[in-house]
């Protein structure tokens, strides 16, 4: 997943804002001058709409400047969404079309978002166009194909920019947005949304497929209002209450089951009790305790089409974290609101823990498209403790093993358009904290240096020089190989290794199979790393590492080439 968020560059900064109540929402004058008094001060704001890696999605400069601001956004959005998967966006082409929907807020250019497509050649695509509920119906025509095998993965994109104060004046004058600028979803001071930006994107693969997994999507489903006397505005509490009712009968999760809720409430003078009465009369009539509800508007304004991925998102981060991102701009209760007043709906105001493993989630569109979906947590099985890894930027998150492949997975055929490489070492002890060892990052000017692998002689070894390496399950398989074979000549190799006695290599046999073990383990390593050699180069014993980095020799032929070489040398001693 990957997206701008008012006031947030990215999902990072949209996480620990969310987790420490900052208010997304601010009174700057960066999209208009504050001319009518009409128009609310306050609204939502992405940084950066101006900036554009033209170059490295091959966009000409004149077009770049051409181009609509959210199509720009909504490429590297793409892009970004597929990298933090995992997975390098060149394995997408060829296989089955990537199906992608995207809504664009409305412009005269709104079919300028195809150029996106074009650009990152990720299959077909198509606009979509419900209003507010836009990216959740995205996401649930992405899930039905994705179940019905015609696609083998989806990128859905929300996008809501508000480039000039005329369709806000429109809103305004309609009554349902926030005179002061304030979001209140479920408090009894709401008066109106506060319009807000933001772009995003998800990536929807089958968990068979996935290498990086935030959530299960279990279940979505939609329905419409129709006509209604009160108007097209209006909500529909009765069609809210059958799409929940349908949903739930249809699944196995039963409404006792959710841990939370995340409900489209915008706090809108009407919104909000027609689909806390809904919510009540389905879920908590099934349910022995109260239920958590909770609404992104609260922190970052309603952003509409793009408004539903940010809860989607918000619900990846209760999985992840294992807590509930809090409401802000909540004092009292609405009194029309009876489920919150009597506690059977209860407004999470501070962060709580997550104790179910479902969250829920309601994106109702303006016109009456309404929209319901249900995820699950996805349980990690970790196959070790996290070994303190040798690439990456951020010292302040956990480095583990599946972290480490998903970075080799993305850079093992080369990424067009990188200008730049670079690397990292890290090293960890115990629960310190991650310490860098090495870093650096160079311009690349394409022509790739030459791979030389240099197999050392005798006098290379050094006490417990394997200790360090066997950490590395690589590493240490190759080794245990190794010792197996040298078993049977009354030798212990990882003795020898991981022995601190500094008379161990006195005995040259001991020199001899210490260093050919840990080159065969190196090579090894290196390999399972997709690292191949242009040159070898080998002295001494190393001449046997060329052998088996040259596939002359298998490992067990070199480890007792080395054996004997080194009996060969303590009987000319003798």
């Known amino acids: 997943m990957a997206g701008k968020f008012p006031n947030s560059h990215n999902i990072e900064e949209y996480e620990y804002n969310l987790y420490n109540k900052i208010d997304m929402v601010d009174d700057d004058e960066r999209r208009w001058r504050h001319f009518n008094p009409e128009i609310p001060k306050r609204s939502g704001k992405i940084h950066d709409l101006e900036k554009f890696d033209a170059t490295f999605f091959g966009v000409h400069f004149k077009q770049a ?74 996401l649930d025509n992405a899930f039905s194909a994705l179940r019905n095998g015609e696609i083998d993965a989806a990128i859905i994109g929300g996008s809501n920019l508000i480039l000039h104060p005329f369709v806000t004046l429109q809103f305004a004058r309609l009554g349902v947005l926030a005179p002061n600028g304030y979001c209140r979803p479920f408090d009894k001071s709401a008066n109106g949304y506060t319009r807000s930006e933001s772009i995003n994107c998800l990536f929807l693969q089958r968990k068979r497929d996935a290498k990086r997994v935030y959530a299960t999507v279990v279940y979505s489903k939609t329905n419409c209002d129709g006509y209604k006397p009160e108007g097209i505005t209006y909500p529909s509490g009765k069609l809210q209450e059958q ?85 802000i701009n909540f004092t009292e209760v609405k009194p029309e609101i009876t489920a919150l007043s009597e506690g059977r709906l ?51 998150k956990a480095l583990d093993a599946e972290f480490f492949a998903l970075l080799h997975n993305i850079q093992k055929d ?51 020089m394997g200790t360090s390496l066997l950490q590395i399950p690589t590493f240490m398989k190759s080794i245990e190989k190794s010792h197996y074979v040298l078993q049977s000549k009354g030798l212990d190799l990882m003795n020898i290794l991981t022995s601190s006695n500094p008379t161990t290599f006195d005995n040259i046999l001991h020199s001899f199979v210490g260093i050919a073990a840990v080159q065969i383990a190196l090579v090894d390593l290196l390999r399972s790393l997709n690292i191949e050699p242009d040159y070898i180069i080998g002295h001494s014993v190393g001449e046997l590492g060329c052998g088996y980095a040259d596939d002359c020799f298998t490992a067990e032929q070199m480890i007792l080439a080395a054996y004997y070489r080194g009996k060969v040398s303590l009987e000319l001693k003798k």
């Open 243 to 327: 799409l929940i009712a349908e949903f739930y009968n249809e699944i196995d999760v039963k409404p006792n089951d959710l841990g939370y809720l995340e409900a489209h409430s915008t706090g809108t003078v009407v919104g909000d009790p027609e689909e806390c009465r809904a919510i009540d009369s389905i879920l908590c009539s099934q349910r022995k305790e109260p239920l958590l509800v909770g609404s992104v508007k609260s922190n970052i304004g309603h952003s509409e089409a793009a408004s539903g991925i940010c809860s989607l998102v918000k619900a990846c981060f209760a999985f992840e974290t294992g807590k509930i991102a809090p409401n």
């Open 346 to 396: 209860v407004v999470v105001k501070d962060v709580v823990e997550l104790k179910k493993p479902f969250i829920g989630v309601n994106s109702f569109g303006f016109g009456g498209a309404n929209a319901h979906a249900l995820l699950k947590a996805f349980d990690k099985v970790k196959i070790d403790n996290g070994l303190p890894t040798m690439i990456y930027q951020v010292e302040r």
């Open 65 to 138: 400047h051409t181009m609509d601001p959210q199509t720009r956004i909504l490429i590297e959005t793409a892009y970004e969404a597929v990298i933090d998967a995992g997975i390098n966006p060149k394995s997408l082409r060829g296989t089955k079309p990537v199906f992608i929907l995207v809504h664009v807020s409305p412009n005269r250019r709104r079919l300028g978002f195809m150029r996106k497509f074009h650009l990152v050649d990720l299959g077909p695509s198509f606009l979509l166009d419900t209003a507010c509920s836009s990216s959740m119906y995205a």
């Open 414 to 464: 080369e990424v067009s358009g990188m200008v730049f490489r670079g690397y990292a070492i890290y090293a960890k002890n115990g629960t310190d904290q991650v310490k860098t060892l090495t870093r650096d990052v160079q311009h690349f000017t394409g022509i790739k240096r030459p791979i030389v692998w240099v197999f050392s002689g005798m006098g290379s070894q050094w006490t417990e």
